[in-house]
């Protein structure tokens, strides 16, 4: 195992460091989300392993970073800066539970019933129910649209993807 930890643990932790950066860099400027998304979290976790086999390897220097305030200093501020990002913002107009705006309207819109949705999409009821009917939901009933996607077995995704299909 030691020579294993020698030969293996911060070569993993540098290669797999460079592949959360880049895409941590790339969801940052939201550059290919649906890429980058899956393989910055799980990736992200595969580095959890190195990392403790690379603490492992090197017990000794890390047990003497314990003992001075260099490594407690960094700590410190790592964890203020990684609060900044749990406090709520924005007060009464954030975003509901903290998410960004866009996934709350679109909790929002998946509450709407389908004439809710036509008024804001400017367009009619019936166009809406033809849209949703082309992607399997059947919109004819009454309900929100989280209620006739639930029935349908579909997923919002697909009953946004079908909105945002919908013809001029």
Excluded: C
């Excluded at 709350?104 to 036509?118: K, L, N, Y």
């Excluded at 006739?148 to 697909?158: D, I, K």
């Amino acid at each position: 195992m030691s020579a294993f930890l020698n030969r293996y643990a911060t070569p993993f932790i540098t290669g797999l460091f460079l592949v959360s950066m880049i895409s941590g860099i790339a969801l940052f400027f939201h550059l290919g989300q649906s890429w980058f998304h899956g393989m910055h979290e799980w990736l992200s976790m595969v580095l959890i392993v190195p990392f403790v086999l690379h603490l492992w390897k090197n017990g000794r220097p890390v047990i003497a970073y314990l003992k001075r305030a260099p490594l407690w200093i960094a700590l410190a501020v790592s964890a203020a800066m990684a609060a900044l990002f749990v406090l709520p913002v924005g007060g009464e107009q954030a975003a509901v539970g903290g998410r960004p705006p866009q996934f709350a309207f679109a909790e929002r819109m998946m509450g709407a019933t389908v004439g809710e949705i036509a008024a804001v999409l400017d367009r009619t009821p019936e166009q809406v129910q033809a849209g949703l009917a082309a992607a399997g939901i059947d919109a004819t009933g009454d309900g929100d649209l989280s209620a006739m996607t639930a029935r349908a077995g579909s997923t919002s995704a697909q009953a946004m993807a079908a909105l945002l299909a919908l013809p001029d």
